[in-house]
Antibody, heavy 120, light 108 residues
Framework: QVQLVESGGGVVQPGRSLRLSCVAS????????VHWVRQGPGKGLEWVTI????????YYTDSVKGRFTISRDNSKNTVYLQMNFLRAEDTAVYYC?????????????WGQGTLVTVSS | QSALTQPRSVSGSPGQSVTISCTGT?????????VSWYQQHPGKAPKVMIH???KRPSGVPDRFSGSKSGNTASLTITGLQAEDEADYYC????????FGGGTKLTVL
């Protein structure tokens, strides 16, 4: 069965860095895009970034451009989210999700999420 | 880019029907047939209920249906059941996505 498992969350001070990982299993990892979506405490879902199946294209929401970097290692079935210069407003549960259907527009499988807390 | 507009809350009694709207622009909802809907129970990851405007993944009850007209998409749930009580999010876009603000569905 398809599974995505996030890790790497924790408490970090403003301005510091954190790297999240998303390990996938149960499908041909190298054939699908992967998204990161976050959800602040008591808030709605916010799309963060996408990486294409082969890593050739990456897109980011405006608020994280220049601070976050998505990458993938298809030999390890893993997607990474490097988060630099973290701000309090980045505090959220971060989910990775498989992008399926045309234009990777359907998030058909999600991980359980990993909590990132940015606080001094 | 601002979030898609959804009502904050809707409610209905068991057996009734409810419709949740999702309004965007010609750059997102109106621009593509890539609208999806997600159900989220408290403390859980979201689950896709509808994709590509009106397609239902296997395992999703046929009580759930989706449609679109212009810049507004809709999710309709018929025959409401207690387990349908959750937050619902619409989502639109091609590769880069935008979510709605979410709608809390209460089953009275």
């Amino acid at each position: 069965q398809v599974q995505l498992v996030e890790s790497g969350g924790g408490v970090v001070q403003p301005g510091r860095s954190l790297r999240l990982s998303c390990v996938a299993s149960g499908y041909n990892f190298g054939s699908y895009a992967v998204h990161w979506v976050r959800q602040g405490p008591g808030k709605g879902l916010e799309w963060v970034t996408i990486i294409w199946y082969d890593g050739s294209n990456k897109y980011y929401t405006d608020s994280v451009k220049g601070r976050f970097t998505i990458s993938r290692d298809n030999s390890k079935n893993t997607v990474y989210l490097q988060m630099n210069f973290l701000r309090a407003e980045d505090t959220a549960v971060y989910y990775c999700a498989r992008g399926a259907s045309t234009a990777a527009s359907t998030l058909d499988y999600w991980g359980q999420g990993t909590l990132v807390t940015v606080s001094s | 880019q601002s979030a898609l507009t959804q009502p904050r809350s809707v409610s209905g009694s068991p057996g009734q029907s409810v419709t949740i709207s999702c309004t965007g622009t010609s750059s997102d909802v109106g621009g593509y047939n890539y609208v999806s809907w997600y159900q989220q129970h408290p403390g859980k990851a979201p689950k896709v209920m509808i994709h590509d405007v009106s397609k239902r993944p296997s395992g999703v009850p046929d009580r759930f249906s989706g449609s679109k007209s212009g810049n507004t998409a809709s999710l309709t749930i018929t025959g409401l059941q207690a387990e349908d009580e959750a937050d619902y999010y619409c989502c639109a876009g091609s590769y880069t996505l935008i979510f709605g603000g979410g709608t809390k569905l209460t089953v009275l």
